[in-house]
C-alpha cells in the first residue's frame, strides 16, 4: 500500500523557520522525482518545490526562491522541505506528491504573529 505522510507543519512567526517531512513507502521510491505542493484557503493548489530522483537537480516556484530548500534521502526514503523567512503568503496546507499518483493527506502551516 502506497503511503505518503506529511509532518513538521505548525504555526510559526514571520521570518521563522520550519522543516516538513514526507515519509515514503509503497513504492520504489528513488525512481520518482518528488514535489512539494500546497495549497492556502481559497486558492487553487501551487507547486512548490521539485527534486529530481537523485537529487541533483531542483526547482522552486519564485515566490519561494531563497527560502526554500528541497532534499531528499532515498536511503530512508524521505523527502525534506526547508523554509526559512517563512511569509504569512506560506500559510497553505503543504503537500507531498510524485505529481502524478500518489499524494499525502498534507500537513498545515500557519505562518502568523
Known amino acids: 500500500q502506497v503511503q505518503l505522510v506529511e509532518s513538521g507543519g505548525g504555526l510559526v512567526q514571520p521570518g521563522g523557520s520550519l522543516i516538513l517531512s514526507c515519509a515514503a513507502s509503497?513504492?520504489?521510491?528513488?525512481?520518482?522525482?518528488m514535489m512539494w505542493y500546497r495549497q492556502a484557503p481559497g486558492k487553487e493548489r501551487e507547486l512548490v518545490a521539485h527534486?529530481?530522483?537523485?537529487?541533483?537537480?531542483?526547482n522552486y516556484r519564485d515566490s519561494v526562491k531563497g527560502r526554500f530548500t528541497i532534499s531528499r534521502d532515498n536511503a530512508k526514503n524521505m523527502v525534506y522541505l526547508q523554509m526559512n523567512s517563512l511569509k504569512p503568503d506560506d500559510t497553505a496546507v503543504y503537500y507531498c506528491?510524485?505529481?502524478?499518483?500518489?499524494w499525502g493527506k498534507g500537513t498545515r502551516v500557519i505562518v502568523s504573529s
Open positions: 506528491t510524485d505529481g502524478f499518483n500518489y
Open positions: 527534486i529530481t530522483t537523485a537529487g541533483r537537480s531542483t
Open positions: 509503497g513504492f520504489t521510491f528513488s525512481r520518482h522525482a
